[in-house]
């Protein structure tokens, strides 16, 4: 199943770059930028990676993310997951970035995205891979400075393919974003949003309704609600699941109380991705593997999956029939 899963052609489509860097990355970085760590190395720094909850997570992954600083920083940040997911078979990536992280120490809008980009069009040139970037607002801050980012991104708007919503999800309401996520659709940008991974179903219609999100990343507690059920398995609108992340920060209590098998069975259309696998345990396959072994998929469930995440893409529609045209092929020809 293992060499199955490595060569499998798939789409990773939620996947925070910040949350990619590994702590020799970090040390190396902390190093060069002359940035105190709390750590006192790479090990200590691991060892504290035991999360109660998203916010426990959440505090650590902002605090390791401050040592990004350069142009270099962030190309070099994503050509390494690039490699990563290039090694993992993944075809086509949907990257999140979370440029607040960065603005609010002073570093430039740009300076983060002409990173980005640069490593984007090496792994386009270098790999063969597709790229997008989606611009992630943090939610844990005031919707005025959604909007601010949202404008200073305005004139890199054509290396963004879509706007979503992250950050703590608890008592910040998909609600809150309706201005900033209007202004986005108007300014031609697609739709997704973090909502139900600790939030109630409620946000999940409010991501729906009231952002236009054609996307919902996580989503896994939809299941509280039938009626909410219903319209994502109507309406086929994708759920991002995470299942390394999920158990991690003890949305689930282990992998096999995932409740995956019940999205598949409500006939959702379900992916499966890595979040933010330098801090969850593993990659892309790490998490296909985790769920074949906990769960009991077998290869075609594992391969529906994996077209799942090539429908679910932004990608042009002929671009999602080669890839999947390539699924199929590599199916057949599995032993
Ligand atoms: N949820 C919310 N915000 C995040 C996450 C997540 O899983 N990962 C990085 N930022
Ligand atoms: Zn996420």
């Given at each position: 199943?293992?060499?199955?899963?490595?060569?499998?052609?798939?789409?990773?489509?939620?996947?925070?770059?910040?949350?990619?860097?590994?702590?020799?990355?970090?040390?190396?970085?902390?190093?060069?930028?002359?940035?105190?760590?709390?750590?006192?190395?790479?090990e200590a720094l691991r060892a504290a990676y035991a999360f109660d909850d998203l916010q426990s997570f959440l505090d650590i992954y902002y605090e390791g993310a401050a040592v990004l600083r350069t142009e270099e920083d962030f190309y070099e940040l994503t050509r390494a997951y690039l490699e990563r997911a290039h090694a993992e078979t993944v075809r086509h990536v949907e990257i999140s970035f979370d440029p607040q992280t960065h603005t609010d120490r002073g570093v430039p809008f740009g300076t983060?995205?002409?990173?980005?980009?640069?490593?984007?069009?090496?792994?386009?040139?270098?790999?063969?891979?597709?790229?997008?970037?989606?611009?992630?607002?943090?939610?844990?801050?005031p919707e005025e400075a959604a909007m601010a980012t949202l404008e200073a991104a305005l004139p890199y708007r054509d290396r963004i393919v879509a706007v979503g919503l992250d950050s703590s999800e608890q008592g910040h309401p998909p609600r809150d974003f309706v201005r900033v996520f209007e202004r986005a659709r108007a300014e031609g940008f697609r739709v997704v949003a973090h909502a139900g991974e600790e939030g109630p179903p409620d946000y999940i219609w409010q991501a729906l309704d009231l952002l236009g999100a054609e996307r919902i990343d996580h989503g896994v507690r939809a299941l509280e609600d039938a009626k909410l059920v219903e319209r994502l398995r109507t309406e086929q609108i994708p759920l991002t699941i995470c299942p390394l992340s999920n158990v991690l920060l003890k949305v689930f209590p282990e992998m096999a109380a995932h409740n995956l098998p019940e999205l598949i069975a409500a006939g959702l259309v379900v992916t499966i991705n890595s979040?933010?696998?330098?801090?969850?345990?593993?990659?892309?396959?790490?998490?296909?593997?985790?769920?074949?072994?906990?769960?009991?998929?077998?290869?075609?469930?594992?391969?529906?999956?994996?077209?799942?995440?090539?429908?679910?893409?932004?990608?042009?529609?002929?671009d999602k029939r080669a890839h999947l045209d390539e699924l199929a092929a590599y199916v057949k020809a599995s032993p």
């Open positions: 199943m293992r060499a199955f899963i490595a060569g499998l052609p798939k789409a990773e489509l939620h996947l925070h770059i910040e949350g990619t860097l590994e702590p020799e990355l970090l040390f190396a970085m902390a190093r060069r930028n002359g940035h105190a760590l709390r750590s006192e190395s790479i983060v995205i002409d990173g980005i980009s640069a490593a984007l069009d090496w792994g386009r040139e270098e790999l063969g891979m597709s790229c997008g970037l989606i611009l992630s607002f943090l939610r844990h801050l979040d933010d696998p330098a801090y969850f345990g593993g990659y892309v396959n790490a998490n296909y593997a985790s769920i074949a072994d906990a769960l009991g998929l077998d290869r075609s469930q594992l391969a529906e999956l994996a077209a799942a995440s090539f429908r679910a893409s932004f990608l042009p529609d002929a």
